[in-house]
């Protein structure tokens, strides 16, 4: 398991090789980068502030209690801080389990909840100006799937 | 004393990131002294979606602040 919050650039390829190195007890890994976007040239930086010593450990819970509830054998977490350009890869997760379905559903779990919960503040820097940007309704909406009731597959 | 933590929008909005209050004995009491020098950030560390921190752990209501705690102001959070 590893949690890493840094300010440089990372090549999200190399993460996912590295990680997947010496998972001889892994069916399936499955990996997500999340890249900054430039929105139509609205966006022009994006800038992330952590709270060092307050963030890492709570990554650590969260890819813990993914592990536990999705059975994962490994878990990574990158998340990039400070100033970051269009077309940078911002937040890294990949896991493994020994079938797909674990492994899909602990990156989906992670990301959902890096997405609004973890402490993180993002700052939008355009042509008009900066802004905090807040989770949209829609991430909240995405959290309730992991405590609504679990409906049958 | 206590040393608050602004980050974020709340941070822009006072102005300063790091701030020591002196002779602080709880929460409340902290809370009155912002009012006092900066009532924008009281109010907005009062809004919804904000938590607050001390010493690096997550607390709710009022609590007796500790010589030399560390209390954080956190607007909503997003990250990747």
Redesign the interface.
Known sequence: MSVTVQTDVFDAGAALSAFSLGLPDAGGVVSFTGIARNDGDKTEMLELEAYPGFTEPWIEALVKEARARFDLIGAMVIHRVGPILPGEAIVFVATAAAHRRQAFEGADFLMDHLKSRAPFWKKEHGPGGARWIEPRQADYQDLTRWTAEQTPR | MACV?L???LR?LAGWREQIFDGVSDLDHLHSDIARLYPDLAEAISGP?VQV?VN?ALVRGNIILSAGAEV?F???????
Do not use: R
């Open positions: 933590l980050f974020g929008a822009d979606g921190a690096k954080a956190l607007p909503p959070m997003s990250g990747g």
